[in-house]
């Protein structure tokens, strides 16, 4: 067998472990190396948006994703049922958490280099995008744009 049917091989196996999970699939399962979150603390919680490329350096083999996570106080996930899904435009979520309480989540675009309109309500209180702050950087192969938007819980 050649070097380089090996080498692809084991970059194809690689490639299919670590392709994250799309905006339209379950937003509880993520991409296994993608963890941004700084522990919002003690009766907080965090809605973070996540955007994400890897390139595994084998034409064709570039691969993106996108999602939602709420977490709790200890970056822990909190949501019991709900989707990220589709809208035209955008995206939009009804979150029910571990807690109870829905969250109403709203983006404008969640892509690289490019999070957007971002707004959400949880206990009658709405926020905005003017809440967060950023968190992305690169992990592994992965580039990782991602906001944090910390709220009471």
């Given at each position: 067998?050649k070097?380089?049917?090996?080498?692809?091989?084991?970059?194809?196996?690689?490639a299919?472990q670590?392709?994250?999970?799309d905006a339209g699939a379950?937003?509880?399962?993520?991409p296994?190396d993608?963890?941004t979150?700084?522990?919002p603390?003690a009766?907080q919680?965090?809605?973070i948006v996540w955007a994400?490329?890897?390139?595994?350096?084998i034409?064709g083999?570039?691969t993106?994703g996108?999602g939602?996570?709420?977490?709790?106080g200890?970056?822990d996930?909190?949501?019991a049922d709900g989707?990220?899904?589709r809208?035209?435009?955008?995206f939009?979520?009804?979150?029910?958490?571990?807690?109870g309480?829905h969250?109403?989540f709203?983006?404008?675009?969640i892509?690289?280099?490019?999070?957007?309109?971002?707004?959400?309500?949880?206990?009658?209180?709405?926020y905005?995008q003017?809440n967060?702050?950023n968190?992305?950087?690169?992990s592994?192969t992965m580039a990782?744009?991602?906001?944090?938007?910390n709220?009471?819980?």
């Amino acid at each position: 067998m050649k070097l380089s049917n090996v080498l692809s091989a084991c970059a194809l196996a690689s490639a299919v472990q670590a392709a994250p999970a799309d905006a339209g699939a379950d937003s509880t399962i993520l991409p296994r190396d993608v963890n941004t979150c700084r522990s919002p603390g003690a009766h907080q919680c965090a809605v973070i948006v996540w955007a994400s490329l890897a390139s595994f350096g084998i034409p064709g083999s570039t691969t993106g994703g996108s999602g939602v996570k709420v977490v709790g106080g200890s970056c822990d996930n909190i949501i019991a049922d709900g989707k990220l899904k589709r809208d035209s435009p955008g995206f939009s979520a009804d979150f029910t958490t571990t807690y109870g309480p829905h969250l109403y989540f709203g983006a404008n675009t969640i892509g690289l280099r490019n999070i957007g309109g971002v707004r959400y309500q949880y206990r009658g209180k709405s926020y905005n995008q003017g809440n967060c702050f950023n968190t992305g950087g690169t992990s592994g192969t992965m580039a990782v744009d991602a906001i944090q938007c910390n709220f009471d819980c």
